[in-house]
């Protein structure tokens, strides 16, 4: 489940992450938003809720973005669990 006593929010993040078919900066530099996108998910949290926490948004001032933040954010997190992944796992160039 969240913990509502953990800080999540962000301050710098996109409302929706660069739709690449490979790893982005912006990637790994959320990676632990993207995991606990994921963990919220698993657990059936609500998403008003974590995109409340995670995120640092009031769904009831801005539902649309919001929204849109949240389902962007899980559909990335989602596709770095399929195929993001094994780029993290490469050896990196010098």
Known sequence: MLDKNQDYGMANFQDSPPESPTLTEYDEAHLATYIRLL????????????????FGLDPTQQPARAKAVYDTHLARARWMTEYGYQQLLRPRSA
């Open 39 to 54: 963990d919220a998910a698993d657990e059936g949290a609500d998403w008003q809720e974590a995109v409340q926490i995670i």
